[in-house]
């Protein structure tokens, strides 16, 4: 399917190389290089190249921001880019299905849900709890039994190692019962609360760490051009000021030879 594209971008004097893992992504683009993952099902192949693509038109639109993430001022050559970049997040929305991040969100609200109900039943025992707060209940069992448990304070995984002895001890969270019998209940329950307090803050980071890279003026264009090539009537209805900017642009040639690219693909696209 991507024969004709790829020999078009190698007359370009684009290197195409399809043969490799992609650094574990997709694909990217660097220095008049194209790479896709060899690992691509047979329908994304196309999409892939002109999304790289796409980041090679904008190098050279903007060669001194590019790879900073460029701005949306400069591809759509506007002065106020707010409009567009709102359309744009649409776009994306409907492109890439991974932008929802809905698979974090579930995961994050289900470690939410484990939060509240480990804070409920410690407050049957202990009304005045806040997990904001230290447990000072726990720090007084633990100052006075001396108690391993406290490294379950920041970590769900202990490996305790005392050189002069020569041991080396392994607790766990899913040993807890095991390995603190003694251990009351409700401290059980706290380190729990904890644990899904640090995964449900981890999970929040990488909705965050993709929402950013989601909205990157270079990614947004690459996903509006891919968007271009699987369903321009619905792009042109869900972003019509991006969609406006560029059909009135890409005639001048401010976008090279993208809109000829962009041919091309939806031939092998829809073939």
Same mark, same amino acid.
């Given at each position: 399917?991507?024969? *004709?594209?790829?020999?078009?971008?190698?007359?370009?004097?684009?290197?195409?190389?399809?043969?490799?893992?992609?650094?574990?992504?997709?694909?990217?683009?660097?220095?008049?290089?194209?790479?896709?993952?060899?690992?691509?099902?047979?329908?994304?192949?196309?999409?892939?190249?002109?999304?790289?693509?796409?980041?090679?038109?904008?190098?050279?639109?903007?060669?001194?921001?590019?790879?900073?993430?460029?701005?949306?001022?400069?591809?759509?050559?506007?002065?106020?880019?707010?409009?567009?970049?709102?359309?744009?997040?649409?776009?994306?929305?409907?492109?890439?299905?991974?932008?929802?991040?809905?698979?974090?969100?579930?995961?994050?609200?289900?470690?939410?849900?484990?939060? *509240?109900?480990?804070?409920?039943?410690?407050?049957?025992?202990?009304?005045?709890?806040?997990?904001?707060?230290?447990?000072?209940?726990?720090?007084?069992?633990?100052?006075?039994?001396?108690?391993?448990?406290?490294?379950?304070?920041?970590?769900?995984?202990?490996?305790?190692?005392?050189?002069?002895?020569? *041991?080396?001890?392994?607790?766990?969270?899913?040993?807890?019962?095991?390995?603190?019998?003694?251990?009351?209940?409700?401290?059980?329950?706290?380190?729990?609360?904890?644990?899904?307090?640090?995964?449900?803050?981890?999970?929040?980071?990488?909705?965050?760490?993709?929402?950013?890279?989601?909205?990157?003026?270079?990614?947004?264009?690459?996903?509006?051009?891919?968007?271009?090539?699987?369903?321009?009537?619905?792009?042109?209805?869900?972003?019509?000021?991006?969609?406006?900017?560029?059909?009135?642009?890409?005639?001048?040639?401010?976008?090279?030879?993208?809109?000829?690219?962009?041919?091309?693909?939806?031939?092998?696209?829809?073939?």
């Amino acid at each position: 399917m991507e024969e *004709k594209i790829i020999e078009y971008l190698k007359n370009r004097n684009i290197t195409v190389n399809t043969k490799t893992k992609a650094r574990g992504h997709l694909g990217f683009y660097s220095n008049e290089k194209i790479t896709i993952s060899k690992a691509l099902p047979q329908e994304k192949r196309v999409s892939v190249l002109v999304h790289e693509f796409a980041h090679k038109i904008h190098s050279e639109i903007e060669p001194d921001k590019f790879s900073k993430g460029g701005t949306l001022e400069k591809l759509f050559h506007v002065v106020n880019s707010d409009t567009i970049k709102e359309e744009l997040l649409k776009v994306t929305s409907f492109v890439d299905e991974n932008s929802k991040c809905l698979k974090l969100y579930e995961m994050k609200e289900e470690f939410e849900q484990k939060v *509240k109900a480990y804070e409920n039943e410690i407050k049957k025992e202990f009304p005045d709890f806040k997990k904001s707060k230290k447990f000072k209940e726990y720090e007084k069992y633990q100052r006075k039994t001396k108690c391993k448990s406290k490294y379950f304070l920041k970590y769900d995984h202990i490996k305790i190692v005392t050189p002069w002895l020569m *041991k080396t001890e392994f607790y766990t969270l899913e040993r807890l019962d095991e390995d603190f019998p003694d251990l009351p209940q409700n401290f059980k329950n706290y380190f729990y609360l904890l644990s899904n307090y640090r995964k449900q803050k981890k999970v929040q980071n990488k909705i965050s760490k993709m929402k950013r890279y989601y909205s990157r003026p270079t990614e947004l264009f690459a996903r509006f051009v891919e968007g271009l090539l699987k369903d321009e009537k619905k792009v042109s209805s869900v972003a019509p000021t991006a969609y406006a900017q560029y059909t009135a642009l890409a005639p001048l040639g401010y976008y090279k030879d993208l809109p000829e690219v962009l041919e091309i693909a939806k031939i092998s696209f829809f073939k």
